[in-house]
C-alpha cells in the first residue's frame, strides 16, 4: 500500500500542453479513476508515475519516496519503483508463451522457482485463460493479450497497480467479469490502483474514487461514483458520466423559457435561485432520459415524439419540447403496462422526476460547486 501524490505537475510536448499544475493524491490502498475524452493525458499521467516521463514541472511522490522532481529533472527509473502496469496496448513480450511472459516479473524479482510457477498459474487462472500457457502472443486475440498483461501485472503483487484501459478489446460479459475480478485483486493485495478508462461504467463500477479530467488535462471534479453521478460539478462531468439531456433556457425573475422557442419552462427552483443569488440568467436543466416522464393527460410540458426506438428492454424517444429535443427512456414492460407507449408523431405531456440546474450554457464559463 503506497500513497501517489502530485504536486503542481506540468507537462507539455513542444507546444502542446498535456497536464497544468495538476495536483491530487491517491490514497493508499485506493482504487481511483481517471475518466476522461480522448487525448487528455490519462496515459500521460500513467506514464508519469511509472516513470516513463519526467515532468517539466512539480514533484511526484510514491509513499515516503520523490520518485520525480521537474525542477532538479529527476526521475527515479521505472525498474525501482515497484509498480505493476498494463499499457493500452497491453504490450506482451511477442517471443515468450503466456506462461514465460507471466512469469517474468517473478523472474526478474528472483522468485523461487516451484513458487513462481504456482503463482504464474493462480494469476493465469484469475484472467481466464488456463489451457492456453503455451501460445505465443501471435496465436491469441487482442483480448486474450490484454489478459495476459493483466496477468503479468498482477502476478508479482505490486503495491501499486497502473491500468491502462485494460478491458478495452473485451467482449461485455467478459469486461464485466473482469471488473470484478480487479476489483477483488486490489482488495485481496492491498495495492493501490490508479485505473485510467473513458468508460462511465467500469469507472462508476469499481472506484472508491473518479477524477472526471477533461480535454485540457483539468479535474474538473473528485469524488466518489455516487458524488459524481448525483451531483456532478458541472455540465461537462454530467455529459460523461452518462446520457444526458441538456435543455437551455433563460431565467427571468425565477421563470424560465426555452432558448430555443421562448415557449414557458419549469420555475428555476428556490434553492437554485439561492445558491446562485440570482433568478434571472442563463441556465441549462439537465436530466438523465430516466428522469424524463411521459403520460398521456398529465404533465407540465407538452411535447412531440420526432422518434421512438426500441432497444429490448428500454424504449428511447426522442420528444422535441419546442425546438429542444429530450431523450426520454423508459421500461418497455412498465410502459405497456401503463399503457405509455408513444408513437412517432403523438402529442404528449411531459415532466421530469429529477432536474440538476446550472448556471449559464454550459460553455466553459461554468464551474458549479
Ligand atoms: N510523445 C508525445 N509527443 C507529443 N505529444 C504527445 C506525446 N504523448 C502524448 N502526446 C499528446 O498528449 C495528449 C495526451 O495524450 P494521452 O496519451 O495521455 O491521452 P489519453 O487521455 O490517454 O487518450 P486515449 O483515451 O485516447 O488513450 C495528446 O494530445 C497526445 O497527442
Ligand atoms: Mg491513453
Redesign the pocket.
Known sequence: MSEIEFRSVSKS??T?K?LENLSFTIRPGECFTIL??????????VRLIAGFETPDRGTIRIGTTTVADGSKGYALPPENRNIGVVF?DYAVWPHMTVLENVLYPLRMQKVPKEEALQRAKMAIQQVNMEGLEDRLPYQLSGGQQQRVALARALVSKPAILLL??PLSNLDANLREEMRFEIKELQKSTNSTLLY?T?DQEVALAISDRIAVMNEK?EFQQVGTPEEVYDQPANPFVFRFLGIANFIPVHARDGKTFLASSAKEFLPLPDTVQKAEGTSSGKFLAACRPMEVELSHTSGPLEGKVVRKALLGPIIDYRIDLGGTVVRAQLQTEEGSMKGLIFEEGDSCRVGFSRLLWFPGNGEGEVTHG
Open positions: 510536448f513542444r502542446k498535456v476522461g475524452p480522448s487525448g487528455c493525458g490519462k496515459t500521460i499521467v493500452q491502462d484501459e485510467v473513458h488535462g
